[in-house]
């Protein structure tokens, strides 16, 4: 029998794009923040990025994917970036539709969930496998 070493790039792609993730939906907070306070402009930027934040989760479900093969790695991040997608989705349409009631909580877990899998990616250490 021989270990063989597990491949380290399809988690540092899930920790980057996990944490770019993060980022872009502080940064929804923040422009939120800003054209709740008056300055109208942000809301321009609050859609852009909502929008861009739709593709930025479509590419960390492919890199899930490649985190369970070729990676060896656990299956559940992908449904975990399914269900993360269908929630940016779902955001963007109540945010056009200004449900703002439904709008706001569904953000906050959002951040939540990502702030969790952010987490997760971090601490995770791929295992050697067994041949
Ligand atoms: C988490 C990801 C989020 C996405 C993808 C998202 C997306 C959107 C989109 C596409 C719009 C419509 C923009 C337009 O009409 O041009 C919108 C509006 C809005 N969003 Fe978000 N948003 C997110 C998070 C948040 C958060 C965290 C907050 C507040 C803390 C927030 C507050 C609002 C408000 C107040 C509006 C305006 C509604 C209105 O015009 O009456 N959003 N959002």
Do not use: C, D
């Amino acid at each position: 029998m021989s270990t063989i070493q597990p491949r380290r790039w399809p988690i540092a792609l899930v920790r980057v794009l996990a944490i770019v993730t993060l980022l872009q939906v502080l940064l929804q907070a923040a422009l939120a923040g800003g054209f709740i306070s008056g300055h109208v402009g942000y809301l321009t930027a609050h859609s852009v990025n909502g929008s861009v934040l739709v593709l930025t989760v479509m590419a960390l479900g492919v890199a899930t994917v490649l985190l369970f093969r070729p990676g060896r790695g656990p299956w559940w991040p992908i449904l975990l970036s399914a269900v993360l997608w269908w929630m940016v989705a779902i955001q963007v349409g109540i945010g056009f539709a200004r449900l703002v009631g439904f709008h706001i909580p569904l953000g906050a877990s959002i951040l939540a969930l990502t702030g969790g899998f952010v987490w997760w990616s971090l601490s995770y250490r791929p295992r050697r496998v067994t041949a």
